[in-house]
């Protein structure tokens, strides 16, 4: 049947998108109490998209924080069962400035819609409610058991939805998890993602005097917070972007052979990648290491943001009695979460700067994630996405976390199909975000042709 949900896709392109735009339009930035009654009312959005498109026994299930919003429809006995996640809420959209058209007023621009949300991941997500009512219009039925898990808080940790895996497994019960939160490697090459790398988000605080001091007549005795803080930092990489923390590359893994095989082929290109994406004058990061492997199969640390001190205009002659650094890690597979945090710790502690107190606040964690791509459904969606975009579908990882696929690997048992449609210039949680228009079709499509070729 997918010439019949194709055609079906085509027939209401102008709606599909309409609906999308009312969507984005929803400014659910979860991070900011301010939006909150936003967030809700995205929620409600989906809950009441879900419902037309002929899913069943649709909740809104209230948390300590964000909703969730579940459905499912299961008629198709003696089939195999898929849990769509994704999520409705979105970064802010700061800063303002550097937006061509307002972040939360859909513009179409050369073949994309510009909006905050629009590829992160409001339009990746709403792909799959609208595969089923094509399915469901076009059939009556549909080809496979589902079940749809939406919440609002990935971007800011995903608390919520992790203590909801983890206390209704058989709620969740399925065969295979299906994700669209992840892009194609380059236009129209589809693409699958088995691996993500895990992230530790920190906040580290450094305190000195016991107020902001005076710096004539204080300065060469009294201890400057953000020097302290900026001191403590540079030790945690060289200058090659080599972590320092002992311990840090335990249980790091070359990548196997073929693999490295398979990314050399890619159509990448290291030039292209400088100007286009990253926008600086060289790269860095470890020498000795391909860039996709540097990305993708090497653990990071990054600082975020520092905050301290003044910063207003004109001249204000302060020591900081305080400052504070946003700190990630990234790790691969088969590294230690929890002895990476102590090593951190430790690390910290033993170089924290003379006169200089330090205080280490993990905000969030996550493992990094393999998914075997032998599994029979991993096959199928490689099968389905070639078919729709006519070419071989190629196999990648992702430098990003998505710390839901390991909550549905430990809690439900279950693979993720990591299917994503977005473009490597699509500007996730940067001014100018899009998505193409042509892939919010073509994932539908496709998800549809998946649940297809899946019930067979």
């Excluded at 016991?210 to 201890?223: I, V």
């Amino acid at each position: 049947m997918s010439q019949a949900t194709n055609a079906f896709v085509e027939q209401n392109k102008t709606r599909l998108l309409d609906e999308l735009k009312t969507f984005l339009r929803i400014p659910s930035v979860s991070t900011l109490p301010e939006h909150f009654p936003d967030v809700r009312r995205a929620a409600e959005f989906v809950a009441d998209s879900m419902r037309a498109a002929g899913l069943e026994n649709v909740e809104i299930i209230a948390t300590a924080k964000h909703p969730l919003v579940y459905a499912d429809w299961l008629h198709a006995p003696g089939k195999p069962t898929v849990l769509c996640y994704g999520h409705y809420d979105v970064q802010p959209p700061d800063p303002l400035h550097e937006w061509i058209s307002p972040p939360f007023e859909p513009t179409v621009r050369d073949g994309n819609i510009y909006a905050r949300g629009s590829a992160d991941d409001k339009g990746q997500m709403y792909m799959h409610i609208k595969a089923v009512e094509a399915l469901l219009a076009v059939t009556g039925t549909l080809p496979v058991n589902l079940k749809f898990l939406i919440e609002g808080e990935e971007e800011v940790g995903g608390e919520s939805v992790a203590k909801f895996v983890a206390e209704n497994p058989a709620k969740l019960k399925a065969d295979v998890a299906l994700v669209s939160d992840t892009e194609l490697f380059a236009e129209g090459l589809p693409t699958l993602c088995i691996g993500l790398r895990g992230l530790i988000y920190t906040e580290i605080e450094a305190r000195g005097p016991s107020r902001d001091l005076h710096s004539g007549m204080y300065g060469g005795a009294a201890p400057n917070a953000v020097f302290g803080l900026v001191e403590l930092l540079s030790k945690l990489k060289d200058a090659n972007g080599v972590i320092q923390i002992p311990g840090m590359y335990d249980g790091v893994e070359a990548p196997a052979p073929a693999e490295k095989h398979s990314w050399s082929v890619l159509p990448f290109d290291e030039k292209e990648f400088l100007s286009h994406e990253v926008g600086s004058t060289r790269l860095t990061g470890e020498p000795g290491y391909p860039v996709l492997e540097r990305v993708w199969a090497r653990p990071t640390l990054e600082v975020h943001g520092i905050a301290g001190g003044f910063t207003g205009a004109g001249a204000k002659t302060v020591i900081p009695a305080r400052a504070t650094a946003k700190v990630s890690m990234r790790m691969v597979p088969n590294q230690n979460p929890e002895k990476i945090i102590a090593a951190y710790r430790k690390f910290v502690a033993d170089n924290t700067p003379a006169g200089i107190e330090t205080e280490v606040r993990v905000l969030s964690w996550g493992p990094a994630i393999m998914v075997n791509p032998d599994h029979p459904a991993i096959g199928v969606a490689a099968k389905a996405f070639a078919d729709i975009m006519g070419k071989e579908t190629v196999f990648i990882r992702s430098g990003g976390s998505i710390p839901i696929v390991g909550d549905f690997a430990r809690h439900l048992g279950i693979p993720t199909i990591l299917m994503g449609f977005g473009l490597p210039d699509d500007g996730l949680h940067s001014p100018n975000e899009k998505y193409k228009i042509a892939n919010y079709y073509a994932g539908i499509m496709t998800v549809a042709h998946f649940f297809e070729q899946y019930g067979k």
